[in-house]
């Protein structure tokens, strides 16, 4: 059984910063790739970040040049750095893996950025 477990959410004032962490544990042998989503009530869950086994990291347009996707894979983590918040990027952030061709969730972590 693999875990995703997210931790850094929470309230910061817009222009703002926070890192988010998510840690796996459990049956891991290798994981692909590790990537960041969000959701606010009543849309679609969308793609943040994206960073792959190699270090190849990829980024929705509205969050370059602020958001960094770093990992850990001596200890099977993933980062997501969020600099220069807005009150747009306020969502329920959600980590995500990809493990021996299984896809893997965390709880997720409320961002919530206010203006």
């Known amino acids: 059984q693999v875990q995703l477990v997210e931790s850094g959410g929470g309230l910061v004032q817009a222009g703002g910063s926070l890192r988010l962490s998510c840690a796996a544990s459990g049956s891991i042998f290798s994981i692909g790739v590790m990537d960041w989503f969000r959701q606010v009530p009543g849309k679609q869950r969308e793609l943040v970040a994206t960073?792959?086994?190699?270090?190849?990291?990829n980024y929705r347009d509205s969050v370059k040049g602020r958001f960094t996707i770093s990992r850990d894979s001596a200890k099977n983590t993933v980062y997501l750095q969020m600099n220069s918040l807005k009150p747009e990027d306020t969502a329920v952030y959600y980590c995500?893996?990809?493990?021996?061709?299984?896809?893997?969730w965390g709880q997720g972590t409320q961002v919530t950025v206010s203006s």
């Open positions: 995500h893996a990809l493990i021996k061709l299984s896809n893997y």
């Open positions: 960073i792959s086994s190699g270090g190849f990291t």
